[in-house]
Nanobody
Framework: QVRLVESGGGSVQSGGSLRLSCAAS????????MGWFRQAPGKEREGVAV???????SYADSVKGRFTISQDNAKNTLYLQMNSLEPEDTAMYYC????????????????????WGQGTQVTVSS
């Protein structure tokens, strides 16, 4: 059974940085999409950044140039480096994964992912 555990959230001031981690276990897929999603109070969950097994990435327009998604396959860990954080980035951040065909492009749509972590809270104050 796939298990995703996020860590690294916290409270920072505007302009600060955080690095989120997602440890994956029980993961037997040889090809996949993994990604970070977020949900702010009263808003729908949205895609932030995704990556496929080949390292191809896609970002939401709101985070391009500020956030970087990466993965360490040896450690089965997904990362999200968040720089220049803004109050609008305040949300619960979730790690997600799903199986894909080799070379498939990963999309930011929430509906495309069947495995989810419990989330880690990020709060950015002005």
């Amino acid at each position: 059974q796939v298990r995703l555990v996020e860590s690294g959230g916290g409270s920072v001031q505007s302009g600060g940085s955080l690095r989120l981690s997602c440890a994956a276990s029980g993961y037997t897929y040889s090809t996949y999409c993994m990604g970070w999603f977020r949900q702010a109070p009263g808003k729908e969950r949205e895609g932030v950044a995704v990556i496929n097994v080949n390292g191809r990435t896609s970002y939401a327009d709101s985070v391009k140039g500020r956030f970087t998604i990466s993965q360490d396959n040896a450690k089965n860990t997904l990362y999200l480096q968040m720089n220049s954080l803004e109050p609008e980035d305040t949300a619960m951040y979730y790690c997600a994964a799903d199986r894909r065909a080799y070379g498939a492009i990963c999309y930011l749509a929430v509906s495309g992912y069947g495995h989810w972590g419990q989330g880690t809270q990020v709060t950015v104050s002005s």
